[in-house]
């Protein structure tokens, strides 16, 4: 998707020093894009933000974010922050930002923060929900498809919420941890995993202090296996203790997760 204005030519740019920073709150469908971090060549969530940003604002500004969402997974309050030269108005950052983006992003506030503020270093807890349309008929909804995870098979959410039990705490969630995660630390706190039933959608909620590259994916398809009746509920202990990641289930797909909020 093209950018309004995209091929308008570029004001000046500001080489004063950004002192004056902000914090953004950030939606999108993440149907089309490559994920939240600028890469060459691809249309990506940052990317799209930073150009439309530097076009408006007339400074050679970047966007942090606190979550690099993977390709294919949405939200609605992810947080970035930029630094300006100008001291402006939070609303008029807000205004000029959300006048100029593509339909599927948004920044939804804008406030101004200190300059010490880092939305990825000083984030303390973030949500997730992952939504699954559990049923034998396809979605006739068009949400339910481009926004959750179609499964056929029926599945049993009070050994899911058994399992999750297990999961929630301070663990080394190294089983439930893609190729891609780092080895510095493998310990995370998930502090809240919820599963229930929204007629035929069932929707997973999880908080914790930080997540490992796809463990909430992968976790969301061990306690699918879990409901599908593969695995007893003690299992998802049992993969924490062996550290395993073949033990766990397979990783469920990008489009069913969305980013609900930061908090610091």
Not at 29 to 55: C, L, N, S
Not at 122 to 148: H, N, T
Not at 204 to 224: A, H, K, P, S, W
Request: with cysteine.
């Amino acid at each position: 998707m093209d950018e309004p204005h995209a091929s308008a030519p570029a004001a000046p740019l500001s080489a004063a020093p950004a002192t004056h920073k902000y914090k953004l709150t950030i939606a999108y469908d993440g149907t089309d894009f490559h994920g939240w971090q600028r890469q060459p060549g691809v249309r990506t969530v940052q990317g799209v933000i930073e150009d439309v940003a530097r076009r408006v604002l007339r400074e050679p500004l970047t966007v942090v974010g606190a979550s690099r969402t993977d390709a294919g997974v949405h939200a609605v309050g992810q947080a970035a922050h930029l630094a300006l030269a100008r001291d402006l108005p939070a609303a008029a950052v807000q205004r000029a930002l959300a006048l100029r983006l593509p339909a599927d992003v948004t920044v939804a506030a804008v406030e101004a923060v200190g300059a010490v503020f880092h939305a990825t270093r000083d984030a303390r807890s973030k949500q997730y929900c992952y939504r699954i349309y559990a049923d034998r008929a396809r979605p006739v909804e068009q949400l339910a498809q481009r926004f959750a995870w179609h499964v056929w098979w029926p599945l049993d959410t009070e050994r899911m919420r058994a399992a999750a039990e297990l999961l929630i705490g301070r663990h080394d969630f190294v089983a439930f941890a893609g190729a891609g995660s780092p080895r510095l630390s493998t310990v995370r706190s998930v502090t809240r995993l919820d599963v229930r039933r929204v007629e035929r959608e069932v929707r997973i909620e999880i908080e914790g202090d930080g997540f490992l590259y796809n463990q909430v994916r992968n976790m969301v398809g061990t306690l699918v296996e879990i409901g599908r009746g593969h695995w007893p509920p003690q299992h998802a202990g049992e993969i924490l203790a062996a550290r395993d990641r073949r033990l766990a289930g397979p990783t469920a797909p990008p489009h069913g997760l969305c980013l609900m909020w930061v908090r610091y």
